[in-house]
């Protein structure tokens, strides 16, 4: 068997701060000397204080991976390229659109992996109306990029004030 089965508060610790910063519980336990998924299910259930330990590290996690969608969309170094002319001489600047839709692909996954992780923090608001004055119901599907990144900001900025 890979990695540790006996519990220790160290290796609890070390987990809970690795899924603070955002990290996959998967890609840690793939490390030499972590528990595998399986053990630290089992571990969850049979230490209460590991259990909330993760509880509260999965919370800061998420937080973490919606302060990198930010970082992402505010990331612009490779969004354009030069371009050069049939003798390889500067011909000007071009969108990099691989690179754009990268980024809108890595923010899209992290925002929709955050929905289903914690949809009661991340998850689609919905407004039910009737009158002219409420907004219909929209869902994410229905959003525009600008929206989208809009709402990450906004959940940034919540957490700055909610410390």
Known sequence: MKGMSTYTEEIGQEIARRLSEGEPLTRICRDPGMPNRRTVSRWRKEFPEFDALMLEARDLGADAIADECLEIADDGR???ME?????????GWVLNGEHVSRSKLRIETRLKLLAKWDPRRYGDKLAIGGASDLPAIRSERDLSEAELLAIAKAAAAQEDVDG
């Open 83 to 91: 371009k050069l002319d049939k003798d390889d001489q500067p011909a």
């Open 78 to 80: 490779n969004d354009w």
